[in-house]
């Protein structure tokens, strides 16, 4: 019979080997945070202010900083957060717009480096990590939205919060400062709402990327003992998001307006899905129409359809590879989608027409989250046994422990 260190050492060979894998991937993915950060601060440094960012930099400048200054709202949207980042700014230097773009940059590629930190916490060593992340940092789908400032700190900081409240609420399950990493997600969603009330999205999210990558069964049991081990973030997400909606609902900020038909809602829904954001996960849409100073969506025909089909390739691959997690994981995106994006169509689509899918800001914040629904079907969760650690656990057998002579 074989002894125990010959037993266990392809355990201590395979450990080996992906502490190898990580410090070649942590590195790789370092370095294209970076480089994606410098390329986007390259592409729109050398803009400037458009219409409603003169608008909000003229209410800095008016305003001391003050609650009635941070109550203030944009079209019905509360943004204390991006209040205080415009009063801030024209504080300490009025109308500098490189210094505004350089920190969307700067929040940008720390965002990119969140998104693999994710994925290296939650799942197993793959290549797929570097490709996923560079999805996210490469794709032209921020460039319009992060070189407009009226839009760069609502969706990017909403888009930024949503990857710290998903990362926090991990951290806060696997511990340790579980306390503390739970005040932080609490902390990251307050941060996202501050800036756009879609980040209640992210921490819908967050819960279910959690269950996710934990739970080894859809067993009821098992999830509510995941969630009780990370109770404090839980709580704390509940927290926030129930105060938000008490105040946000007893002052019906965002106003409705209705007049557009159903089939025009079905063609917005398409256009967001089909023009932006789905090109956009696989670079951008190749081309782009401009209204006045600002992109959207245009891409041709081919491109469309070919996003398309590599989209539903990678489906079909992860149905494969994960069935049920991956079924879930599309059906819960689904909703996100179906339900954001309606929320936008009821206030803007009867005003502004079917048009306004193709803008980049109105899908951006939704892209990480569907680089990590990418992951959940792609990818093995690291709290799952590999097929041999499986075969043992069934057989009541501890991995690699030596069977006794």
Wanted: charged fraction near 10%; glycine fraction near 8%; aromatic fraction near 12%.
């Amino acid at each position: 019979m074989p002894s125990a260190v010959t037993t266990a050492e392809p355990a201590a060979v395979r450990q080996r080997a992906a502490r190898g894998e990580w410090w070649l991937l942590d590195r790789l993915a370092l370095a294209w945070s970076v480089l994606s950060a410098l390329v986007l601060y390259a592409l729109i440094g050398r803009g400037g202010w458009y219409a409603d960012d003169f608008f909000a930099f003229g209410q800095a400048r008016q305003y001391p900083l003050n609650l009635r200054y941070l109550e203030m709202t944009f079209l019905g949207h509360p943004q204390p957060g991006v209040r205080l980042l415009d009063w801030s700014l024209y504080r300490i230097s009025a109308m500098n717009y490189p210094l505004a773009a350089a920190l969307v940059c700067l929040g940008f590629g720390y965002m990119v480096w969140l998104v693999y930190r994710i994925l290296r916490l939650a799942f197993r060593p793959s290549p797929w990590h570097l490709v996923l992340t560079a999805m996210l940092g490469s794709t032209a789908l921020w460039v319009p939205t992060a070189a407009w400032w009226a839009a760069a700190p609502e969706v990017g900081g909403c888009a930024g919060a949503n990857v710290l409240t998903v990362y926090a609420l991990l951290r806060c399950h696997r511990g340790p400062y579980r306390l503390l990493w739970g005040v932080l997600a609490g902390g990251a969603l307050a941060i996202g709402l501050g800036s756009y009330e879609r980040a209640l999205f992210g921490a819908a999210f967050a819960v279910w990327f959690l269950l996710a990558v934990t739970c080894r069964s859809a067993r009821p049991r098992e999830a509510l003992a995941v969630l009780g081990r990370a109770w404090s973030g839980c709580l704390a997400l509940a927290l926030v998001a129930a105060g938000y909606l008490l105040v946000y609902l007893a002052h019906h900020l965002a106003r409705k307006h209705p007049g557009y038909t159903r089939g025009q809602l079905l063609h917005f829904l398409w256009v967001c899905w089909s023009h932006a954001l789905i090109p956009g996960l696989f670079g951008g849409t190749l081309r782009t129409g401009q209204n006045v100073a600002v992109s959207y969506a245009d891409p041709p025909l081919w491109w469309l359809t070919a996003c398309q089909l590599a989209l539903l390739a990678l489906v079909g691959y992860g149905l494969l590879r994960n069935r049920l997690r991956a079924l879930l994981a599309w059906l819960v995106f689904a909703i996100l989608f179906l339900v954001g994006q309606y929320l936008i169509a009821s206030a803007r689509l009867a005003i502004f027409g079917v048009g306004i899918g193709n803008e980049f800001r109105f899908v951006a914040d939704l892209l990480p989250l569907l680089i990590l629904t990418l992951a959940i079907t792609l990818l093995r969760p690291a709290a799952l046994p590999l097929p041999d650690e499986s075969a043992a656990l069934q057989a009541d057998e501890p991995a690699a422990l030596p069977v006794a002579e």
